[in-house]
């Protein structure tokens, strides 16, 4: 088919500009953090940032050494199949590796042996999503490991509900401090158990910061959350201001009547993420 031509091609597009520019909400989030920043030393910060990203896009390469483990996200339309599409993803994925670069994060956690291209056991990520359409709609977020590392599930009392999810996070936000190079995009996941709670956080990180949950309630949380996790003066870098956070986003599921999994997942201010749409004529287009 002809989408496939070209597929290829597409997915080491996405790469790249998922490495070397920042999504438009993200990159106005850390300007709007600038301009109400009273703090000299956070101001700093805030500046270097912006500058290391415009930098970036300018010269097409990655704005942080730290191009993360890949995880897509793929809405699999009529015209194609997932077999197909995940070998062309991995292709592409070591191509991309080579020609921009990435920098290789595939390591064998019993050998220690780095594949050198970023290609794996289970990685890259890549879960899908069916739909009737005719087009494929790729998402990829590069996942950085400093970010990953104070990751965490709680399990909050039941009888705590979304008061205990807001100090769960808060709580996780003062531990980790300056280590996840913040300002940083929390996702939230809530509910569905250990095994599902994760990959809610990982969708809440692929969705625009600007772009709140559907449920009243739950983006009620969301800003909440962040003001709270703004008023910990944590800082830029951990070295205090008013941003610790630029974006928060909850994703929820139904949940044990017993179990109150809380998932936190942190970006660093290099939030990135890119998406594209392939057609069966071999068209595509960054979304």
């Known amino acids: 088919m002809r989408w496939a031509e070209n597929f290829e091609e597409a997915v080491v597009e996405l790469l790249r500009r998922s490495v070397s520019t920042l999504p438009p909400d993200?990159?106005?989030?850390?300007?709007?953090?600038?301009?109400?920043?009273?703090?000299?030393?956070?101001?700093?910060?805030?500046?270097a940032m912006l500058e290391n990203i415009r930098m970036a896009e300018?010269?097409?390469?990655?704005?942080?050494?730290?191009?993360?483990i890949l995880h897509f996200r793929v809405r699999l339309g009529s015209?194609?199949?997932?077999?197909t599409v995940r070998d062309v993803i991995l292709k592409a994925t070591a191509k991309a590796t080579r020609?921009?670069?990435?920098?290789?994060?595939?390591?064998?956690?019993?050998?220690?042996?780095?594949?050198?291209?970023?290609?794996?056991?289970?990685?890259p990520w890549i879960d899908f999503e069916?739909?009737?359409?005719?087009?494929i709609e790729v998402t990829v977020l590069p996942k950085g490991g400093g970010s990953d590392n104070v990751s965490t599930i709680r399990f909050v009392p039941p009888s705590e509900g979304l008061r205990?999810?807001?100090?769960?996070?808060?709580?996780?936000?003062?531990?980790?401090?300056?280590?996840?190079?913040?300002?940083?995009?929390?996702?939230?996941?809530?509910?569905?158990?250990?095994?599902?709670?994760?990959?809610?956080a990982?969708?809440?990180?692929?969705?625009?910061i600007s772009e709140r949950n559907p449920n009243r309630e739950i983006a009620k949380?969301?800003?909440?959350?962040?003001?709270?996790?703004?008023?910990?003066?944590?800082?830029?870098?951990?070295?205090?201001?008013?941003?610790?956070?630029?974006?928060?986003?909850?994703e929820v599921a139904h949940r044990h009547p017993a179990s109150y999994p809380v998932a936190i997942l942190f970006n660093c201010y290099v939030a990135r993420r890119a998406k594209i749409r392939m057609y069966p004529n071999g068209e595509w287009l960054f979304c």
């Open 130 to 135: 069916h739909s009737e359409d005719d087009w």
């Open 99 to 123: 020609e921009i670069p990435l920098r290789p994060n595939a390591v064998d956690p019993v050998t220690g042996i780095n594949s050198g291209d970023n290609t794996g056991l289970h990685v």
């Open 221 to 250: 949380l969301e800003l909440e959350i962040l003001e709270a996790v703004n008023g910990t003066g944590v800082g830029p870098m951990g070295l205090g201001g008013k941003t610790t956070a630029i974006g928060v986003n909850v």
């Open 202 to 208: 990982k969708k809440a990180l692929m969705r625009p």
């Open 79 to 83: 015209s194609a199949n997932a077999r």
């Open 164 to 200: 205990g999810v807001k100090e769960a996070v808060v709580d996780a936000v003062l531990r980790a401090g300056g280590a996840p190079c913040p300002p940083v995009v929390l996702g939230v996941g809530v509910g569905g158990g250990a095994s599902v709670v994760m990959q809610l």
């Open 58 to 68: 300018e010269k097409r390469l990655p704005i942080c050494q730290d191009t993360g």
């Open 26 to 47: 993200v990159k106005s989030a850390l300007e709007a953090a600038l301009k109400r920043e009273s703090e000299e030393i956070a101001r700093i910060q805030l500046e």
